[in-house]
C-alpha cells in the first residue's frame, strides 16, 4: 500500500502513547469476541449469536438498532438470530462492535471546549453520514462505513487521556484561529488523531480497512488509489456533520467538498445535499440508539 509513512519520532511518540493508553486502550470482552469471529473466516451465525446471547445489554441495543427507522423492515425483529437473517452476519457483527464501544467515547474527564459526550454526538454524526453515503452510491457494507465512520475519532481520546493539556492547547487555538486541525495537533503533540486512532485500532486488531480508514479519513488522497473510496466517505461524512453543527467540530462550517472527493465517493453535489439535509433527524435517531 502506498501512503506516507510516519517520521521515526513520530511513530516513535505513537507507538509509547499506544503503550501507556492504559484504561481506554482495554476493549470490554465481548467486542473483542466479535472482533475475532469478524477476521475468522470459519466463523457461523451461530458464533457471533453465542456472543452477543451473554451480554442482554448488547443484545437489547443490537435489537434496538435493527428494529430503528434505519432498516424499516417489517414487524417486530425480536431474537438475534432473525436479525442476522434479516440484515446479514457482517452488518450483525460491524452494529454489535459499535454498540459495544459507546462508553469509551461518553465517559472520561471533559476539557474547555471539549467533552466526550460532544465527541461521540460527532462521531455518531460522522457514522450515520457514511452509512446514507454509502448506501446512496449502493456500496454493500454499509455498516462496515457506519461502524468506520463512528470510531474516525479514537484517536482523540488517546490524546485526552495522555496528552490533556496540549489538547486543550491544540482545542483553543483551533477554534479561535480556524486551520487544520491535524496540523495543529502535530505540531502542539507531536502526532495527529488519525495516527493515534490507528495505532490503537491495530492494537486492538480491528479489521485492515477500519485502521486505514481511522488513519487517513482527513487526508485519503495520500493512500493508493484502491484504498481511497472509504476514507473519502468518512472525510465527506465528517465536513457534512460540521455543516450541520453537531457535535465536536473539526473542519470548518465553510469547508467546501472538493471535486476529487466528490470523484472518490461516485456521488454528485445534488445527492450528497439530500443527505445533509437528511442528516440532523437521522442523527437524533441514531442517538436514541447509541447515545448512553
Ligand atoms: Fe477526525
Not at 33 to 59: F, M
Not at 169 to 196: K, P, T, Y
Not at 249 to 266: G, M, R, S, V
Request: with cysteine; hydrophobic share 45%.
Amino acid at each position: 500500500m502506498v501512503q506516507a509513512e510516519l517520521s521515526q519520532e513520530t511513530k516513535a511518540l505513537v507507538d509509547n502513547a499506544i503503550a501507556d493508553v492504559g484504561e481506554i486502550a482495554t476493549l470490554p470482552e465481548v467486542t473483542v469476541k466479535i472482533i475475532e469471529i469478524v477476521e475468522n473466516p470459519k466463523s457461523t451465525a451461530r458464533d457471533l449469536h453465542d456472543v452477543i446471547k451473554n451480554d442482554p445489554a448488547l443484545s437489547a441495543r443490537i435489537l434496538k438498532v435493527v428494529n430503528s427507522a434505519f432498516y424499516g423492515l417489517p414487524g417486530q425483529i425480536s431474537s438475534i438470530d432473525r436479525a442476522i437473517v434479516l440484515l446479514g452476519l457482517s452488518a450483525v457483527k460491524n452494529i454489535a462492535i459499535a454498540a459495544s464501544m459507546t462508553h469509551l467515547f461518553t465517559g472520561g474527564a471533559s476539557i474547555d471546549g471539549f467533552s466526550g459526550a460532544d465527541v461521540w454526538k460527532h462521531s455518531i454524526g460522522i457514522g450515520v453520514g457514511s452509512r446514507l453515503l454509502s448506501a446512496a452510491q449502493g456500496r454493500p457494507q454499509v455498516e462496515e462505513s457506519f461502524l468506520a465512520g463512528l470510531i474516525s475519532d479514537l484517536g482523540l481520546l488517546v490524546e485526552r487521556q495522555l496528552f490533556a493539556a496540549e489538547l486543550g492547547e491544540v482545542v483553543g487555538r483551533f477554534q479561535h484561529n480556524g486551520g487544520n486541525l491535524c496540523q495543529i495537533e502535530s505540531e502542539i503533540i507531536g502526532a495527529d488523531h488519525q495516527a493515534f486512532g490507528m495505532a490503537l485500532a491495530k492494537k486492538w486488531r480491528f479489521p485492515q480497512t477500519i485502521c486505514t480508514t481511522i488513519g487517513y479519513h482527513h487526508n485519503p488522497m495520500l493512500l493508493a488509489e484502491m484504498n481511497r473510496e472509504l476514507p473519502a466517505i468518512v472525510n465527506v461524512a465528517d465536513i457534512l456533520t460540521c455543516k450541520a453543527g453537531i457535535g465536536f467540530a473539526q473542519h470548518d462550517k465553510n469547508t467546501e467538498i472538493t471535486d476529487e472527493l466528490y470523484t472518490l465517493i461516485k456521488l454528485d453535489a445534488a445527492k450528497v445535499d439530500e443527505i445533509l439535509d437528511q442528516l440532523p433527524e437521522q442523527v437524533s435517531i441514531a442517538e436514541g440508539i447509541f447515545g448512553e
